[in-house]
């Protein structure tokens, strides 16, 4: 059973930081691109970032720059390490990854940033 447990989001004031963790059960951690994810009130999930199991990485635009993905195989665990946070980054943030082709979705963790 394939299991994502997502923490360390919070309040923040525009301009701050906070790394959000994901923990994966499940799977062969190290054989799975792994992606996070946001939605904010009103819009739809988009794509913020992912890491391949060869450590590619890619980003959306609004946050390149910003925005790091990483992952610690030996600890199942991706993270995001998200800088200079603006009130339009409020969101959940999902962790998700995909075994033989079903996606799966962590529970989210909410992200506010106060301006």
């Known amino acids: 059973q394939v299991q994502l447990v997502e923490s360390g989001g919070g309040v923040v004031q525009a301009g701050g930081s906070l790394r959000l963790s994901c923990l994966a059960s499940g799977i062969i951690f190290s054989m799975h691109t792994m992606r996070w994810h946001r939605q904010a009130p009103g819009k739809q999930r988009e794509l913020v970032a992912e890491i391949t199991r060869t450590d590619s990485t890619s980003y959306a635009d609004i946050v390149r720059g910003r925005f790091t993905i990483s992952r610690d195989n030996a600890k199942k665990t991706v993270y995001l390490q998200m800088n200079s946070l603006n009130p339009e980054d409020t969101a959940v943030y999902y962790c998700?990854?995909?075994?033989?082709?079903?996606?799966?979705w962590g529970q989210g963790t909410q992200v506010t940033v106060s301006s």
């Open positions: 998700n990854t995909q075994k033989f082709g079903e996606p799966y």
